[in-house]
């Protein structure tokens, strides 16, 4: 299933996020065990010590941060991306203390799944699809993508999706 998906590293580690967690700790521990990323305690973003998601200002997207908080138990889903693939996803969530809470959701510009973090927090995984056949159109994209897949889809993610690596 995952042989059309995009399986290599963003720029920017979401697509969009502010998480609140109970325990600032166990939650860093946990989003860096799933993510396989570094990340530390910052006592410069605010009132309150964040953990902030790597970013890059340079690319296109945001990076996000968790903060100590009351999870909204239904509350909004944070979406990120997946790139090592939604299988390897799935795995890292359960080992690292969440669970996963659906199968993967096929959408015209990918795959995604829904999971719970430990705090509860609803979280999305998603990796992008790509064309069985590139558009070999450098410009493509400044008009629309000709296998009518919308610029916008996919440059608010930072990504060319006729373009990228395979």
Do not use: K
Not at 58 to 65: F, I
Request: a negative charge; aromatic letters at 10%; hydrophobic letters at 35%.
């Amino acid at each position: 299933m995952e042989q059309n998906l995009i399986s290599h590293a963003y720029e920017n580690t979401g697509c969009w996020f502010e998480i609140p967690v109970t325990d600032l700790d166990a939650a860093r521990n946990f989003y860096a065990e799933v993510l396989q990323i570094d990340l530390s305690v910052s006592e410069d973003g605010g009132p309150n010590p964040i953990v902030f998601f790597p970013y890059n200002d340079d690319a296109p997207g945001t990076g996000g941060h968790l903060y100590p908080g009351t999870p909204p138990r239904d509350g909004n889903t944070v979406h990120l991306m997946a790139p090592p693939g939604l299988d390897a996803m799935r795995e890292r969530i359960v080992a690292a203390g969440g669970s996963v809470e659906s199968p993967d959701i096929q959408i015209p510009t990918g795959a995604f799944f829904y999971a719970r973090d430990p705090d509860g927090n609803s979280i999305g995984f998603f990796q992008l699809q790509r064309h069985a056949v590139g558009c070999g159109q450098a410009s493509a994209h400044a008009a629309g993508c000709p296998h009518r897949w919308p610029a916008s889809s996919f440059t608010q993610l930072g990504v060319d999706l006729c373009h990228a690596p395979r």
